[in-house]
C-alpha cells in the first residue's frame, strides 16, 4: 500500500500544471537606521505571486504603521514588463543587527534580509521652540581629492508647513550630485515625535585644502494653530514666515600622495571585468570577435575613470572600436559610475595574438591604500574558415565570373535557397535584356536634351541586392541577410566576407553586420532583428547618394538633372 501512495502522489505532481516561481525582492528606503526612526521594506515582484503576502513574521522585531500596495507596467524592446511593489512602513523594536524575515506569498516567497539599527537620539535635549530645525552632516571629514564626500541633510519639523523652500550646497571647485529621491519618516528626539524628511548628495571636491560648506537656509511659512486669517472671504487659515539655517560643515581635503603615478582615481570599490562574445581559442579569419570591457567604481564619477583599450596591438589583428558607454547610477550610498568598452577584433591571418594586461590602479577611500584592479594577459587563436579562403581567389580568377553569376549560391544552403537565387539570376538575365532595349531608347532621349544617363550593370546589381537585404530584415532571416550583404560587399568593396565588408560602412552599419555576424557564428542560438541593420543600410546608401550628388553641384552645377 505505501508503494501505491507514492505512485499516485507522484503521478498526481506529474500531471499537474507546472508552476513557476515569482521572484520576489526586498530592500529598504535607506540605511542605516536609527531606532526612533520609521523606515519602508519595500518586497518587489515582476509579475502576480502565488497569493496575497503575509506581513506577520515581522511583528516579531517590527512594528507595522502601515502598508500600500501598487503596480506599474512599461514596454521594454518590444515587450511588456510589469512590477508589483508592497511597501510596509515599520519601526524596529530594538538596535542592533536584526533580519527581516521570509515573507510567504502563498508558495512564493521573498528572501531574507540583514539590517542594522543604530541606538536613538534620546539623550538629544530638544528646547520648547525646537519644533523646526535643520542637521547637516558630511562623512568622511578629511577625503581624497576626486573622493566622494557623503552630505546628509534632515529637516525636522512637527510643525505644519504651507509651503516651503530649501537652499541646495554651493562649493567652488567641487561636483555635486543630488541622490534619489527624499526619503520621509518620523522618529523620537527626547521623547518627541518629528517627522522627518532626509535628502543626501555625493560631493567631490576638485581642490586640496580647507573647504567650507556653508549653511542651508529653509524658508517656510508656517501654519498658525488654531488662528485664520479674518479678512479673508474663504477663512483660509493664517502663516507665519520662518527661516532656519543649518550648521555649517569644514572639510579637510587631501592631496594626492607624491608617491602616486599614473591616473588618479579614488573610490570606495573598483571592479574590472571582460566579456567576449565568442571563444577566443577559435577566432576566424576575416570574421570580428568583440571584446567588451566594463569598469565599475563606486563612490566616483563617470569623468575619472580611464581609458581602458590603450595597448598596441599587432599590426595583423585590426582593432575596431565603439564610442565608450558612460553611465551614473545614483544610490541612496553614494554615486556608481561604469564605463565600458567594446572592441572588435578582426584577425588578418591564422594564428596567436597576443593582448597585454590591463591594470587599473585606483585608492580604496576606505581603507586609505592603493589598490589595483587587473585583467590578465589574453591570447587569441586564429583559425581559417571558408568566407577567408574564398578571399585567396586571384583577380583573374575573379574576373571570369559573369554579373549573373555573382548571385549562384555555395553548396552549403538549403535547396530552397538554392532554387530562390536561381529564380533571381534568371530574372536578372532577363532584366538584362529589357534594361539593354531601354538603356537605347532612354541614351538617345538623354542625348537629345543634351544629359547622358547611363545605368551600369552594377548599379542594377545594387538595387537587387537591396530588394533582397530588405526582404530578409524584414523577416529576420540572418542566413538570407548574409548572402545579400555579401553580394552587396562584393561588388561595392570586392570584400567576401561580413568582417571585411564592416570597415568600409558607417559606424551604424558597421555594428549592425558585426552584430549579424555574432548572431550567425554564435555557439548558442541568438535571437537575431533585422530591422536596425536596414535601417543602417538605407542611410548608408542615402548618405553615399547625398555625397556623389554633391561632387556633381561641384563639376557641373549646370546639369542638375
Known sequence: MPLISFIMTF???????????????????????????????IFTAPSSPDADPDFSPLEQDFTIISQSQNSSSSWVNGQSRQKI???????????????????????????????????????????????????VTATPEKPMIQSQVLYTLKLFR????????????????????????????????????????????AIFPQKSGVITLNPLVLTADVISRGRQNPNSFFNSQMTQRRIVKSNAVTLNVQAIPS??????????HVE?????????????VGEPLTRTIKLVANGSTVGQLPELNTAKLDPQLKAYNDQPVLQETKKSDGLMAIREEKIALIPS???????????????NTKTQRMESADLPETVLHATANENSLQTQVTPAQSNQASTANEFALTPNH??????????????????WLITLGFLAVRGFMSRSKGVEVIETPAEISLKMCSKLLKKACLSNDKQA??????????????????????????????????????????????????????????????RAKLSSRSEDDVLKPLYRL
Open 11 to 41: 503521478w498526481l505532481v506529474m500531471c499537474s500544471p507546472v508552476a513557476f516561481a515569482t521572484d520576489v525582492t526586498v530592500s529598504v528606503d535607506r540605511h542605516p537606521i536609527s531606532l526612533d526612526e520609521s523606515f519602508q521594506i
Open 158 to 201: 512637527r510643525i505644519d508647513l504651507a509651503k516651503a523652500s530649501l537652499s541646495d550646497p554651493e562649493l567652488n571647485d567641487a561636483v555635486i550630485e543630488k541622490l534619489g529621491d527624499d526619503a520621509n519618516y518620523t522618529t523620537q528626539v527626547s521623547g518627541v515625535t518629528y517627522m522627518v524628511i532626509e535628502r543626501k548628495y
Open 259 to 268: 608617491t602616486f603615478a599614473g591616473h588618479w582615481l579614488a573610490a570606495e
Open 349 to 363: 591571418k591564422t594564428g596567436d595574438y597576443t593582448l597585454p594586461p590591463i591594470h587599473v590602479v585606483w585608492f
Open 272 to 284: 574590472l571585468t571582460q566579456t567576449w562574445s565568442d571563444d577566443t581559442s577559435q577566432m576566424s
Open 85 to 135: 511593489e508592497w511597501v510596509v512602513n515599520v519601526t524596529a523594536n530594538d538596535s542592533g543587527n536584526l533580519i527581516i524575515p521570509v515573507i510567504k506569498f502563498g508558495h512564493d516567497a521573498s528572501h531574507a534580509l540583514p539590517i542594522s539599527i543604530l541606538p536613538g537620539s534620546a539623550n538629544k535635549g530638544v528646547q520648547d521652540d525646537d519644533d523646526l530645525f535643520l542637521e
Open 414 to 431: 538549403s535547396s530552397n535557397e538554392s532554387v530562390i537565387w536561381k529564380g533571381i539570376a534568371i530574372f536578372s538575365s532577363i532584366g
Open 481 to 542: 541577410a548574409k548572402e545579400a550583404l555579401l553580394h552587396w560587399g562584393k561588388i561595392q568593396f570586392n570584400a567576401t566576407s561580413l568582417g571585411a565588408i564592416a570597415p568600409h560602412c558607417e559606424a551604424r552599419l558597421r555594428d549592425a553586420i558585426l552584430e549579424l555576424n555574432t548572431a550567425l557564428y554564435s555557439q548558442h542560438n541568438v535571437a537575431w532583428e533585422g530591422k536596425p541593420l536596414f535601417q543602417g543600410f538605407s542611410e548608408n546608401a542615402a
